[in-house]
């Protein structure tokens, strides 16, 4: 197998198979929470693929330059965590000097990213599953796509149920955990792909 086909190969396997969402199940706070309008989701995913990106690729520096030769695997945790807020608060800054109208786009979201699950779990991942710099930057990428289609789909659904007669019992959060739910079933039919 060559080298394009293991990379599309483990694209598919990040985005449909092992989604974050609807099979690994990190990431469920903002899944549920900014997943209203779709401008917002998406807007949402961007910013989460770039951080996750960025992520993997300085939490795989941290373990690899720093807590592996000085024997300190045992603060990865706290490492990660730290390098993904510093690198959140960073990323911030930066928006807010050079692209104000991003900035406030973004709003409250690029803060929440700081406490998403799946950053960090995208960064175990890396370690757990023991990939290089180029597979653990590209698990981050193909990771957050995942996010990003998952919280756009589920906020297209929710765009749609506000015009839909819903009983009401189920109006709200209640319909919204089913769709969510029948999302997750149906995005187990890509198990066997890849």
Excluded at 79 to 105: C, D, N, R, T
Excluded at 157 to 185: H, N, W
Aim: glycine letters at 8%.
């Amino acid at each position: 197998m060559n080298g394009i086909t293991r990379i599309l190969l483990f694209m598919v396997s990040c985005v449909l198979t092992h989604n974050f969402i609807f099979s690994r199940f990190l990431g469920c706070c903002p899944f549920l929470g900014v997943s209203r309008k779709v401008e917002t989701a998406a807007s949402m995913g961007v910013a989460v693929t770039f951080v996750m990106a960025l992520a993997s690729l300085f939490t795989w520096l941290v373990n690899h330059l720093i807590l592996i030769p000085f024997d300190l695997e045992y603060l990865q945790t706290i490492s990660f965590i730290l390098v993904i807020a510093a690198l959140v608060q960073f990323v911030e800054m930066f928006l807010k000097k050079s692209s104000p109208s991003l900035y406030s786009a973004l709003g409250i979201y690029l803060p929440l990213i700081t406490t998403n699950c799946a950053v960090l779990g995208v960064a175990v991942l890396n370690v757990n599953e023991n990939y290089n710099l180029g597979y653990s930057v590209l698990n981050g990428v193909f990771g957050a796509l995942g996010f990003m289609l998952a919280i756009v789909l589920m906020a297209g659904v929710r765009e749609r149920l506000e015009t839909s007669k819903i009983p009401e019992p189920l109006k709200g959060f209640p319909i919204t955990l089913i769709c969510a739910s029948l999302m997750a079933i149906a995005f187990m039919g890509f198990a066997g792909l890849a």
